[in-house]
């Protein structure tokens, strides 16, 4: 089995910058694309960026710009640096990965248990 936990979150003035950190653990095989999404209250889960093993990036549009990932693979660890941090960031933040544990020759998706970040105006 794979886990994945998210840490890094808390409250943040406007304009500001947070760093999370999702560090899987477990009886790892291989973690493909690594992912981060984000749901605020009363809304669904959205993306917000994901990197690939060999660091292929992409984001959704309303973070553009303001937030980078990044991983470290010898690590099993993704990163969502943000910056410029707006209200309209805040919410619980989930880490995503594709993993295969050391036992399966499958990939399943992770989700870890979520870290709130607030930003307040």
């Known amino acids: 089995q794979v886990q994945l936990v998210e840490s890094g979150g808390g409250l943040v003035q406007a304009g500001g910058s947070l760093r999370l950190s999702c560090a899987a653990s477990?009886?790892?095989?291989?973690?493909?694309?690594m992912a981060w999404y984000r749901q605020a209250p009363g809304k669904q889960r959205d993306f917000v960026a994901r990197?690939?093993?060999?660091?292929?990036?992409n984001y959704a549009d309303s973070v553009k710009g303001r937030f980078t990932i990044s991983r470290d693979n010898a690590q099993n660890t993704v990163y969502l640096q943000m910056n410029s941090l707006k209200p309209e960031d805040t919410a619980v933040y989930y880490c995503?990965?594709?993993?295969?544990?050391?036992?399966?020759?499958?990939?399943?998706?992770?989700w870890g248990q979520g870290t709130q970040v607030t930003v307040s105006s």
């Open positions: 995503n990965g594709a993993a295969r544990s050391r036992d399966s020759v499958y990939f399943r998706n992770y």
């Open positions: 477990g009886t790892i095989g291989n973690i493909n694309d």
């Open positions: 990197i690939s093993r060999g660091g292929n990036k």
